[in-house]
Every structure is written in structure tokens, then in C-alpha cells.
């Protein structure tokens, strides 16, 4: 029997992170109807989710310490190929591609936008019947492969990808915290920081002092793709004529 020789490679992730801050009176934390507390927190987590989401599906580059490259960058984008669904076909086809040639097709998951996906569901042969009956605005599967769907793709991007082909790190969940005492610099752009210290900019609150409640939202994560071919995608993916 040979005896088969495993091969590892060394990864590094720095933990980045993604944080929302929002300040409100404490007369609206304790008069508002419904709670102001969870209104603002669930707004700061979505806000946080969307710059996640945004970031991970983009073609951005990596900026060293700030935020990881995309999962789109230097991946060259399959043009739709036209607007039916046999034009569809082809293009998953396309996009199957270099999964195939990799001995690597398997597991594999479509991402979309909702409004592509309602688009795909509507979609009918000459005789009437569905085209794609699977398929829904919460996902579903297209052509035996499971789709995700998500408002912050890009509404003209169908992306096919593998996931355990990406590396993660940070999937704690999100921390939320809250201050009467902090002294906060209202500014959408701060210039205080603790590693390289500067002088505040003239908008420094302190919660105390003005009755009011800092709430703070942060998420520790990056990623990175594992193989090149990992992630592919459709651009300019309008099949059936979607509208956003």
C-alpha cells in the first residue's frame, strides 16, 4: 500500500474590523415608542453587515490593515451572454469552467441578488411552464446548484463559488456595547486614534455631560480565497429582463 504524503502550506489572517458608533439622548431611550436601543443597535449591525457584504463580494483591492481584497478581485468576469434562459445556461456553463478543468465541482453555490432571482423565477417557456421553478427571491437552487441571495450583491453579478475554498476568521458574532461616560468625537470622519495619537477634532461629547448613550456595534473578520479559481461570476447578468 503507498503511503500518501499530505502537503500543508502556512496561512496568515489578520483580524480586521467592521464597527458602527451612533449616539442618542437618553430622553429618546426612555420616551420612544418602539425602543430607540433596539432600533439604533439593529440599524448599526446592518449597517456593519452591509459593509461586510459589500466588501466580500466586491473586485476592490486589498488595503493593507484597512479591509481585504474582494473575493471578485482579479477574477475576470463572464459578459452575459444575453437575456434568456438559454443564454443562462451557457453562461453557468462558462462559469463552471474553470471548477471543471481543477477537478474541483463540487460544493459549489450561486450568490444573487433578489431582484435577479425574482426575474429568473418569472421566466416561461413558449408553452407557459417555468423555466426555473426552483428558484425564489430566499434562494432555492437554479439547474441543481443552491443559490443564496442577498440585497447587497450586485443586482447585475450572478457568482458562483466555492466555500470551503475561502478562508475566514472572526465569525465570533457581533459585540455591542454601550457608554454613558464616554467622550466621543462626532465626526464621520475621526481623527483620534490610539496607536498613533492625534489631537481630537473640536467635536468631543461626552455622554455624561449631555445625557446622552454612545452605542457601539463591532465585528472582528477577514478572509481571503484559498485557490484562485475559487470564485467566478457573471457580469451584466440580466436574464429575463431584470430591473432594479
Same mark, same amino acid.
Given at each position: 500500500?503507498?503511503?500518501?504524503k499530505?502537503? &500543508?502550506?502556512s496561512v496568515?489572517?489578520?483580524p480586521l474590523?467592521?464597527?458602527?458608533?451612533a449616539?442618542?439622548?437618553?430622553?429618546?431611550?426612555?420616551d420612544?415608542?418602539?425602543?430607540?436601543e433596539?432600533l439604533?443597535? #439593529?440599524?448599526?449591525?446592518?449597517?456593519?453587515a452591509?459593509?461586510i #457584504?459589500?466588501? &466580500?463580494l466586491?473586485?476592490?483591492?486589498a488595503?493593507?490593515?484597512?479591509?481585504?481584497?474582494?473575493?471578485l478581485?482579479g477574477?475576470?468576469?463572464?459578459?452575459?451572454?444575453?437575456?434568456?434562459?438559454e443564454?443562462?445556461?451557457?453562461?453557468i456553463?462558462s462559469l463552471y469552467g474553470?471548477f471543471?478543468?481543477?477537478?474541483?465541482?463540487?460544493?459549489?453555490y450561486l450568490?444573487?441578488?433578489p431582484?435577479?432571482a425574482k426575474?429568473l423565477?418569472?421566466?416561461?417557456?413558449?408553452?407557459? *411552464?417555468?423555466? &426555473?421553478p426552483q428558484?425564489n427571491t430566499?434562494g432555492g437552487?437554479l439547474?441543481g446548484?443552491?443559490v443564496?441571495?442577498?440585497d447587497?450583491?450586485?443586482a447585475?453579478?450572478?457568482i458562483l463559488?466555492?466555500?470551503s475554498?475561502?478562508?475566514?476568521?472572526?465569525?465570533g458574532?457581533?459585540?455591542?456595547?454601550?457608554?454613558r #461616560?464616554?467622550?466621543?468625537?462626532?465626526?464621520t470622519?475621526p481623527?483620534g486614534?490610539?496607536?498613533?495619537?492625534?489631537a481630537?477634532?473640536?467635536?468631543a461629547?461626552?455622554? &455624561? *455631560?449631555?445625557?446622552s448613550?454612545?452605542?457601539?456595534?463591532v465585528?472582528?473578520?477577514n478572509f481571503?480565497k484559498r485557490?484562485?479559481?475559487?470564485?467566478?461570476?457573471v457580469?451584466?447578468a440580466?436574464?429575463?429582463?431584470?430591473?432594479?
Amino acid at each position: 500500500i503507498p503511503v500518501s504524503k499530505a502537503d &500543508f502550506s502556512s496561512v496568515n489572517l489578520t483580524p480586521l474590523k467592521v464597527a458602527a458608533l451612533a449616539v442618542v439622548s437618553n430622553e429618546l431611550l426612555r420616551d420612544s415608542t418602539p425602543a430607540a436601543e433596539g432600533l439604533v443597535r #439593529d440599524a448599526l449591525v446592518e449597517a456593519a453587515a452591509q459593509r461586510i #457584504d459589500t466588501t &466580500f463580494l466586491s473586485a476592490d483591492a486589498a488595503v493593507a490593515g484597512v479591509s481585504p481584497a474582494g473575493l471578485l478581485n482579479g477574477v475576470s468576469a463572464v459578459s452575459a451572454s444575453g437575456s434568456l434562459a438559454e443564454a443562462l445556461r451557457e453562461d453557468i456553463k462558462s462559469l463552471y469552467g474553470p471548477f471543471i478543468t481543477a477537478m474541483n465541482a463540487t460544493g459549489l453555490y450561486l450568490v444573487m441578488n433578489p431582484a435577479l432571482a425574482k426575474s429568473l423565477q418569472l421566466m416561461t417557456n413558449a408553452l407557459g *411552464q417555468t423555466e &426555473f421553478p426552483q428558484i425564489n427571491t430566499s434562494g432555492g437552487t437554479l439547474l441543481g446548484d443552491p443559490v443564496v441571495t442577498g440585497d447587497n450583491v450586485n443586482a447585475e453579478h450572478m457568482i458562483l463559488l466555492k466555500p470551503s475554498d475561502i478562508w475566514k476568521i472572526g465569525d465570533g458574532g457581533v459585540e455591542i456595547s454601550m457608554s454613558r #461616560d464616554a467622550t466621543i468625537e462626532q465626526d464621520t470622519a475621526p481623527a483620534g486614534a490610539s496607536d498613533t495619537p492625534v489631537a481630537l477634532a473640536n467635536n468631543a461629547v461626552n455622554m &455624561f *455631560q449631555t445625557e446622552s448613550t454612545a452605542i457601539k456595534v463591532v465585528r472582528s473578520m477577514n478572509f481571503a480565497k484559498r485557490r484562485t479559481h475559487a470564485v467566478q461570476y457573471v457580469s451584466g447578468a440580466l436574464y429575463g429582463g431584470s430591473a432594479t
